[in-house]
């Protein structure tokens, strides 16, 4: 387990197991990510919806996190939200994942766009606004926590700092948060702990990943992102929440194991001993 004398919490992200281009190399390993996740130290994981297997049943689920004394963080629900109403499937599906978090009554219901263009970018803004605030809102009333995670593939619409100003100044913050990844900000175009500062008050959750320049993610430690000028600025301001590592270096796509349990050896040994 990471250790620290502070109240980080760490976790790890299962994308780091789906680099491989169709999310299908480790289709259904849900139950080795989470030995792996607590095998690098990590305190919880946050896994994909309907890339979770057979652990999509909370049943099986919850028996195999505590096999590994490892908490459920969130669920991240990746969905296109492109038109003024959610479709009929994608409600269907957003209900389906928030019935299963009301298991889990501390992990977080973690919204991110699907990017498929920038087409039309000024409508499909405001509808997926709409629909995020809309998916949020009836996770609340199940007493479920929401938060809204932006990214930075050259096709989506929540990449520049103009997708960010509008996407989170039109969210409501009495039904959702918001989760910066530090990687994905950065490869937007913007200083991360500058704009974290500026919507700190919808922060609920944080991703870390290092980006090497160019569009390139790093290895954790290897990049251009200030972890610890983040870390220390979440320490300064009491953040308690969970920090979840989503790694995606090339090194992934060959051996995601490998990648988190560095991730895992790196915080404890050169990230949380610079933090004072």
Not at 25 to 33: A, D, F, I, P, S
Not at 74 to 98: C, G, H, S, V, Y
């Amino acid at each position: 387990m990471i250790e620290n004398d502070y109240s980080f919490r760490f976790g790890a992200e299962v994308y780091t197991w789906f680099m491989d281009g169709n999310g299908k190399g480790n289709e259904g390993q849900l139950g080795h990510m989470i030995e792996v996740t607590a095998r690098a130290g990590f305190s919880s994981i946050e896994p994909i919806a309907f890339w979770m297997g057979e652990l999509e049943d909370p049943n099986r689920l919850e028996p195999k996190l505590k096999e590994q004394n490892i908490e459920l963080a969130a669920i991240a629900l990746t969905l296109d939200w492109n038109n003024p109403r959610e479709t009929e499937e994608e409600r269907e599906k957003a209900d389906q994942i928030i019935e299963l978090l009301q298991q889990f009554p501390d992990a977080l219901l973690c919204t991110v766009h699907n990017p498929v263009g920038r087409h039309n970018i000024v409508e499909r803004r405001q509808n997926l606004i709409k629909n995020v605030n809309r998916v949020s809102r009836r996770a609340a009333e199940k007493r479920v926590e929401c938060t809204f995670h932006p990214n930075s593939p050259a096709s989506s619409i929540t990449r520049t700092e103009e997708d960010y100003d509008i996407i989170l100044q039109g969210l409501d913050p009495e039904a959702t948060g918001w989760t910066p990844d530090v990687g994905h900000i950065i490869n937007g175009g913007m200083d991360p702990l500058t704009k974290m500062k500026e919507y700190e008050s919808l922060i609920n959750l944080v991703h870390y990943k290092d980006w090497a320049g160019e569009h390139e993610f790093a290895l954790m430690g290897e990049g251009k992102v200030d972890f610890v000028g983040i870390t220390q600025w979440l320490k300064d301001i009491g953040y308690d929440g969970w920090i979840i590592c989503e790694d995606e270096a090339p090194l992934a796509v060959e051996n995601p194991d490998k990648v988190t349990l560095h991730d895992g050896e790196w915080i404890t040994n050169s990230l949380l001993p610079a933090i004072e």
